[in-house]
């Protein structure tokens, strides 16, 4: 195993922040990532993904351990669906696309998304109508305090929006190492009613898509609305969307009649933090380097020398703002070290 020294994590996180790891090692087996976690007490270890749902505004003064274990398998197969595997370290979307190739339905909506699929059960990642949570059957992790393997089923991860056991619970004491995926082999459940992905197979002329249509109408989606973090640097949606109560939603569409919104319960009304941004004003703001983005003021980017301090102070301007005038707090989806 190689530890390197004061290592740039620019390469490594999506926002294309220049902060040093005191200490850098890529780990690419578990007998590794056991040594290293034994060796260590786990609040010296900083363990990184595909870095893509973080801010970093200073450097590690710490072990950063870029998870790097590689290997899709499947593991049931049956007549109607699939068990497919896959390591921590794979790259999220390249497995989108490996399913789509084996006409294994259920990811496909979820195209495009940055980050590796060791993060994707963390904050239950979801776009276009389908979360993590719908198609992951179950996963495994490494207890940093006893080095157990543990398989947690999906009723296990206790799934919320952008949320999961191992944000609260268990924050910080498992390190994922792999996520196991129930797909469909024939009649897929399509999830086209979402109103961007029927505009765009309308547009082209598609009346019965496959999965591959619907996954090339996501990525064109997602094309035109979101920076690419190789040309931009950006994290995804910086914030999520709140959930307000039945009383504020109601004030808040008296002043405002056409504001975006979807029911979750019967007292309960996600509104989208994207319009709040916008209507507040921020739309395209850009202070120096660091902006909200010109299509979807959702997400906050570097436009090349940001540093994340700035990043931060903006995401705090923008979640002052948007309190004054509607009163919501809006809170932050990236995690800020
Ligand atoms: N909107 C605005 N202005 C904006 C952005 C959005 O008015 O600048 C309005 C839109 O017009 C629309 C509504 O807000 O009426 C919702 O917008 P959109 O469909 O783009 O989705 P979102 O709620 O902004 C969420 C996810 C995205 C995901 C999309 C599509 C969160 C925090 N974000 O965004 O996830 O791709 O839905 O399903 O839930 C991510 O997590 O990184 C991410 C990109």
New binding site residues.
């Given amino acids: 195993m190689n530890i390197h020294e004061n290592v740039s994590l620019k390469p490594y996180n999506t926002f294309g922040l220049d902060v040093q790891a005191k200490y850098f090692i890529e780990i690419k087996n578990l007998n590794d990532l056991k040594e290293i976690v034994k060796a260590n007490k786990s609040d010296k270890l900083f363990i990184l993904g595909g870095g893509s749902?973080m801010l970093l505004t200073q450097d590690i003064n710490k072990i950063v351990v870029k998870l790097d274990l590689q290997g899709i398998s499947v593991v049931e197969d049956s007549d109607n669906y699939v068990l497919v595997e896959a390591q921590a370290g794979e790259n999220w979307h390249e497995f989108v696309l490996w399913c789509i190739e084996h006409n294994y339905g259920g990811v496909e909506n979820l195209s495009l998304?940055?980050g590796n699929v060791g993060t994707t059960p963390i904050q239950n990642?979801?776009?276009?109508?389908v979360e993590i949570k719908d198609v992951m059957h179950s996963c495994k992790a490494l207890n940093v305090k006893t080095l157990e393997i543990v398989e947690f089923t999906n009723a296990q991860c206790e799934f919320g929006?952008?949320e999961s056991i191992f944000k609260n619970e268990l924050k910080d004491q498992y390190i994922l190492i792999s996520t196991t995926y129930r797909l469909t082999k024939e009649n897929h459940s399509l999830k086209i009613e979402?109103?961007?992905i029927k505009g765009e197979l309308e547009a082209n002329n598609i009346t019965s898509p496959t999965i591959k249509d619907i996954s090339d109408a996501v990525i064109a989606i997602?094309e035109s609305?979101?920076p690419n973090p190789k040309e931009i640097g950006n994290?995804?949606?910086f914030?999520?969307?709140p959930i307000v109560d039945k009383e504020t939603f109601l004030r808040l569409q008296n002043g405002y009649p056409s504001m975006?919104h979807y029911i979750v319960s019967e007292n309960e009304v996600k509104i989208?933090?994207?319009?709040l941004?916008?209507?507040s004003g921020f739309?395209g703001y850009r202070l120096g380097d660091a902006g909200v983005?010109t299509?979807?003021?959702?997400?906050l980017v570097n436009y090349g020398k940001a540093e994340g301090i700035q990043i931060k102070k903006l995401s705090e301007t923008i979640q002052r703002e948007v309190f004054n005038l509607f009163g919501i707090k809006i809170d932050a989806?990236v995690n800020i070290f």
């Fill in positions: 749902n998304i940055p990642i979801g776009a276009y109508g929006y952008r979402y109103g961007a997602r609305k979101l994290s995804g949606s914030f999520k969307n975006p989208p933090a994207g319009w941004i916008e209507t739309k983005h299509q979807q003021a959702l997400v989806e």
